[in-house]
């Protein structure tokens, strides 16, 4: 006999913790395999106009003398919505674990009402979900830190009808990303049951993460005895090591429905600046393929921040010999060229402007898709 099972308990607790959170919102850029581990959604959310598509493929040779080889693909579709939201839904094959039901549809909606991008001390996410094959409304509640290269995630989950077996059950899940540089890292992830029976394994995973250079696609290389990645899927392990790949593809729906890069726009009244001392300091967002605000005008010494919110590297350079093409640079009279170097998600590059004039300046890996910005700098 199982013990008895606190299932009810989480739920109370993710509920509860999803009322209490929806009176903070703050925006968030997605996430990629860098931030999180094979086995674990993590907390990112999409960006409203983009559409996140996900294949993850494992792998397990057959008892010989065949050695056939199964597959258990997981195909993920999910879009942002509005107020840090994302809604989508999950499609795994070959489920060893609900009797009847081996391919399994999980649809699901994520917020993220906390951020360390916005200076909060962990990222904390709230899941909700519909898993067809075991007929269950499924929770997870996810919080993540980042400690220098390392940043670590937890979550706990609740399922009302555990794998179609009329119960409900629990699972706790905790992984880690390891950074060994802006576009590699290692992850590894384990989760539970918290009443495993007989023959119920902890599932787990392990493996080398990638950013594809100069693109927002991320690749995870890993093995693991999880056969898909439903909640439920991610949460039981069995006897065999698969061996995998997770491919993530976001694509977003502005580069191909518009009329294509155009020139900066007139200066906006821009963000509100900030204080550092006597200085005034402006923020500029630096999100998929773009600067926002692309213009702003400021007045002379003021200071401009670029933040980097994306999956890509970007640059912030405005040196004409650095750029393919230098006449697409501008710069007043006198003043030196200025170049960032290459800025990793979540990093910052600060340039004061104590000369008036206008200034044009691009980003050096999507300078041919017209990534560029302008700042007019008043006296």
């Known amino acids: 006999m199982r013990p008895a099972r606190p299932s009810r308990g989480l739920l109370g607790l993710w509920a509860a913790v999803t009322a209490a959170a929806l009176a903070t919102s703050s925006p968030l850029s997605a996430q990629s395999v860098l931030d999180r581990p094979p086995n674990m959604h993590g907390t990112w959310v999409g960006s409203s106009g983009t559409v996140q ?6 792998f397990a040779a057959g008892d010989p003398p065949e050695r056939a080889v199964r597959n258990t693909p997981t195909f993920l579709v999910a879009t942002g919505v509005p107020g840090n939201g994302l809604a989508g839904a999950r499609y795994a094959t070959s489920s060893p674990w609900i009797r009847g039901f081996p ?9 993220t009402p906390m951020a360390e991008l916005d200076e909060r001390s962990f990222d904390l996410s709230l899941t909700g979900a519909y898993n067809q094959a075991a007929d269950s409304f499924d929770g997870q509640i996810t ?8 940043r670590v995630l937890t979550a706990g989950r609740a399922f009302s009808q555990a794998f179609r077996e009329g119960e409900a059950r629990s699972a706790i899940a905790a992984g880690a990303n390891l950074r060994l540089s802006h576009s590699t890292a290692l992850a590894a992830d384990l989760a539970t049951l918290l009443d495993r029976g007989p023959g119920e394994r902890m599932a ?14 991320t690749l995870s290389i890993h093995a693991s005895n999880a056969h898909t990645t439903t909640l439920q899927g991610s949460s039981i392990g069995g006897a065999t090591t698969l061996w995998g790949f997770e491919f993530t593809i976001p694509v977003t729906l502005s580069r191909y429905i518009g009329t294509g890069p155009s020139p900066p726009s007139d200066p906006e009244s821009g963000p509100e600046p900030s204080l550092v001392g006597e200085d005034r300091l402006f923020d500029v967002e630096i999100e998929d393929l773009a600067f926002a605000p692309e213009a702003i005008q400021i007045q002379a010494g003021d200071m401009v921040r670029w933040t980097n919110t994306s999956l890509l590297i ?11 093409d230098p006449s697409r640079v501008l710069l007043p009279e006198g003043v030196e060229p200025f170049d960032s170097g290459d800025l990793a998600p979540g990093e910052s590059f600060t340039q004061v402007f104590p000369v008036p004039g ?3 300046y691009l980003c050096i890996p999507h300078q041919a898709i017209g990534m560029i910005g302008r700042i007019i700098v008043t006296e």
């Open 53 to 58: 598509f996900n294949v993850m493929h494992r």
């Open 103 to 111: 391919n399994e549809w999980e649809f699901f909606v994520r917020y």
């Open 143 to 150: 919080l993540a830190r980042r400690i220098g290269p390392l």
């Open 204 to 217: 787990w995973s392990a493996g080398l993460q990638i950013q594809i250079p100069t693109t927002p696609h």
């Open 314 to 324: 970007h640059t912030v350079t405005a040196h004409p010999d650095r750029v393919a």
């Open 358 to 360: 206008e200034y044009i």
